[in-house]
């Protein structure tokens, strides 16, 4: 079972570069997600998909863009990379939107801007 | 609106120590509450869950219950052991489901032998 795949796992980009994050999971859920991991922070929403062709804005979603054409893939789209992109960006995926349904979680992509 | 606090960290016992991480959450009604894992350089995995009051999550020697009263979500184990060694997140789903779970800031746990 691969579960939930994030590509590359580390990248380094200088600002203003743009480059997509990928994820897919086999797990056949509706829901993805994407959150960054800052140090002593948690974890912020960053987008998220209930289905096929359905995105919506999470918490922190400037500077990012998502899309979602197929329910295997989300992958994450940023465009003119800043220092404040500087994170661990993790995607998950659920069956359903409720408490009975935890979120998979990949291993993660580590991004340095600089 | 809904939010997680959990206890500020880092934290760390010897091994077969007792363990406690403490948790509270603000949110209307009953929302699902959760424990997440996450190992260094992985992603975060379920630990355990509750879904209503007074129910208790369990799972590889770790206990939370679910306490409306005070709002809390308390992890403990007993004997903890080295491969504890983790950073432990408390979350909370609002009831009646809404697609965005909300994270606690985390707690890193190190065991020493």
């Known amino acids: 079972n691969a579960g939930v795949t994030q590509t590359p796992k580390f990248r380094i980009l200088k600002i203003g570069q743009s480059m997509t994050l990928q994820c897919t999971q086999d797990m056949n859920h509706n829901y993805m997600y994407w959150y960054r991991q800052d140090p002593g922070m948690g974890l912020k929403l960053i987008y998220y998909?209930?289905?096929?062709?359905?995105?919506d804005k999470g918490e922190v979603p400037n500077g990012y863009n998502v899309s979602r054409s197929t329910t295997e893939d989300f992958p994450l789209r940023l465009e003119l990379a800043a220092p404040s992109q500087t994170s661990v960006y993790f995607c998950?995926?659920?069956?359903?939107?409720?408490?009975?349904?935890?979120?998979?979680f990949g291993n993660g992509t580590r991004l340095t801007v600089t | 609106g809904n939010s997680v606090t959990q206890m500020e960290g880092p934290v760390t016992l010897s091994e077969e120590a007792f363990l406690t991480i403490n948790c509270t959450y603000t949110a209307t009604g009953y929302p699902s509450l959760f424990w997440y894992v996450q190992y260094p350089g992985e992603g975060l995995q379920l630990l355990l869950k509750a879904t209503k009051a007074d129910d208790k999550g369990s799972n590889k020697g770790f206990e939370a219950t679910y306490r409306k009263e005070t709002t809390s979500f308390h992890l403990e184990k007993g004997s903890v052991q080295v491969s504890d060694s983790a950073v432990y997140f408390c979350?909370?789903?609002?009831?009646?489901?809404?697609?965005?779970?909300?994270f606690g800031k985390g707690t890193k746990l190190t065991v020493n032998p």
């Open positions: 998909s209930v289905g096929a062709g359905i995105t």
């Open positions: 998950a995926s659920s069956y359903s939107g409720t408490g009975n349904s935890p979120l998979h």
């Open positions: 979350a909370l789903m609002p009831q009646g489901g809404s697609e965005k779970l909300v």
